[in-house]
């Protein structure tokens, strides 16, 4: 199954929606070195059955867990693959619909490669300030 090309009932995309509201993170990230920006979409959970079967849908990395805590992750990277999922699951997001319209925004400006065509430097700034804000627990 491609990535780019997921065909997924109505459902699952719900699910995939109510993992992310629950044990999900939706982020635009600065690089380390400064350098351009990344978005992350990831779940985490004890339950690896629940993150195998994700990824039977959804594709992304599987991590497995750590013993300091005993959760796995399974996290999507790549802006195509990531636009593709959180366009599928915008219908039942809520409490993480503004995480998403950030990457979104970001996804759909960028040429994939760190570059942005219709985004200010100021506007993906605030960006990235905003994504990190929300995922502090800063809500409006």
């Given at each position: ?57 959804f ?21 195509a ?27 759909n ?5 760190g ?26």
């Amino acid at each position: 199954m491609s990535q780019l090309n997921l065909i997924v009932s109505d459902t699952n995309w719900a699910f995939l929606a109510g993992c992310l509201e629950c044990d999900g993170s939706i982020q635009l990230i600065r690089k380390s070195d400064g350098c351009g920006h990344y978005v992350s979409v990831s779940v985490c959970n004890k339950s690896l059955s629940l993150l195998r079967n994700l990824e039977v849908f959804f594709g992304g990395n599987f991590m497995e867990p750590r013993k300091s805590d005993s959760v796995a992750r399974l996290s999507w990277t790549t802006q195509a693959h990531v636009r593709v999922l959180l366009q599928g699951c915008w219908p039942y997001l809520v409490g993480k619909r503004e995480e998403a319209a950030i990457v979104l925004e970001y996804c759909n400006a960028s040429n994939g490669i760190g570059h942005w065509n219709n985004l200010s430097k100021e506007r993906v700034d605030f960006l990235v300030k905003r994504s990190q804000e929300l995922k502090h627990g800063a809500r409006p």
